[in-house]
C-alpha cells in the first residue's frame, strides 16, 4: 500500500491527467461548423434577446440562457445575429466565446466527477475510470461543443454532487456543524437551486439529494445514542440549506431576468396589461 502522501500526489496526477484530457476533447475544433448547428438557433436566439434586453417567453428556467448571453456579450457578440435556422453561416459573427463558455462547463463536469467518486470510495482507479467514461462518452462530448442549455445543467448537477460527496464525509467523521460541514451544505443547496434554475430536469438531482438526506437522518434516529434535540438541529439546518436555499436561488435568477429584460418583446402577450406596460415601446407603456 501506498504511503498517504503517494496516494495523495497520484490522486492529484490523476486529477491532471483526466482534466487536461478533457479540456483536449472539448476544446478541439471548436470554432467547426462554423454554422448553426442542432438547437443553436434557439439558445442563441435568446441570448441575443438578453443581450439587447427583450423581453420573451421561454419553458426553460433563465440561469442558462443568461449565462450563455454573458459569455456572449463578454466575448464581443452584440446579439444581432438572427439565429434564424440550423446551417445558417455565422460569418463574422463572434459565436466562440458562447461555444467556449458552453465547452468549459462540459470540461468541468470531468474533474469533478473524478473528485466526487474519490471522496465516496477513496479510490483513485474509480475516479480514473469513471473520468475516462466521461471524456470519452462522445454524446457528452457532442454536446459540449454547442451552444446548449445541457452542459451548463450537467456542471451545476456534478457541482451539487461533490458538494453532498463532501457534506456525507464530514458527518461521516462526525465534524457535523462545524464550518466546513456549514458550507459544503450550503454550497449544495446553492448549486441545487442553480440547477433547477437552468432546466426543469434538475430536478432529479433535488431527489437524489432528498433520498440522500432522508437515509442520512433515518441512520441518525436509528443510533440510541443520539438525541432529539440534535436530530432536530440536523433536520433545521438541512431544510434551511436543502430547502430555503434553493427556492431562494430559483427565485433570485428569475429576479435578475425581470430586471434585464426590461424591452416589449415577442413575449408580452402572454402577460397581464399591467405588467406589460413596464416594458419600454409596449403600446401599453406610459
Not at 459544503?184 to 437524489?208: M, N, P, R
Not at 441518525?220 to 438541512?238: I, P
Request: proline share 3%.
Amino acid at each position: 500500500m501506498l504511503a498517504a502522501g503517494a496516494s495523495e500526489r497520484v490522486h492529484l496526477a490523476g486529477l491532471l491527467a483526466v482534466t487536461c484530457l478533457a479540456i483536449a476533447t472539448r476544446l478541439h475544433k471548436l470554432d467547426e461548423p462554423a454554422h448553426i448547428a442542432w438547437d443553436e438557433t434557439h439558445f442563441g436566439k435568446f441570448a441575443s434577446y438578453y443581450i439587447n434586453r427583450v423581453f420573451f417567453l421561454d419553458v426553460h428556467p433563465p440561469l442558462g440562457k443568461m449565462a450563455i448571453a454573458l459569455a456572449g456579450y463578454a466575448s464581443g457578440y452584440d446579439g444581432s445575429f438572427a439565429f434564424g435556422k440550423p446551417s445558417d453561416p455565422y460569418g463574422n459573427t463572434s459565436y466562440y466565446g458562447m461555444r467556449l463558455f458552453c465547452a468549459s462547463c462540459g470540461t468541468v463536469c470531468v474533474p469533478l466527477a473524478y473528485l466526487t467518486v474519490g471522496e465516496m470510495t477513496g479510490s483513485t482507479g474509480a475516479s480514473v475510470l469513471t473520468a475516462a467514461w466521461m471524456i470519452f462518452d462522445t454524446g457528452l462530448l457532442t454536446i459540449s461543443q454547442y451552444i446548449l442549455l445541457d452542459p451548463v445543467l450537467l456542471v451545476c448537477i456534478m457541482a451539487c454532487g461533490y458538494c453532498m460527496a463532501k457534506t456525507q464525509s464530514y458527518h461521516l467523521h462526525c465534524r457535523s456543524f462545524t464550518i466546513g460541514w456549514w458550507c459544503w451544505l450550503s454550497l449544495t443547496g446553492i448549486f441545487l437551486g442553480c440547477a433547477i434554475s437552468v432546466k426543469w430536469v434538475g430536478l432529479f438531482i433535488v431527489l437524489l439529494v432528498g433520498m440522500s438526506t432522508v437515509l442520512e437522518l433515518w441512520d441518525f434516529l436509528a443510533d440510541v445514542r443520539n438525541n432529539m434535540a440534535v436530530l432536530l438541529r440536523h433536520l433545521l439546518a438541512r431544510a434551511a440549506c436543502l430547502i430555503a436555499v434553493p427556492v431562494l436561488v430559483y427565485l433570485f435568477w428569475f429576479l435578475v431576468h425581470f430586471q434585464v429584460l426590461s424591452k416589449s418583446g415577442s413575449g408580452d402577450a402572454f402577460f397581464s396589461s399591467s405588467f406589460q406596460s413596464t416594458l419600454e415601446g409596449n403600446s401599453m407603456s406610459n
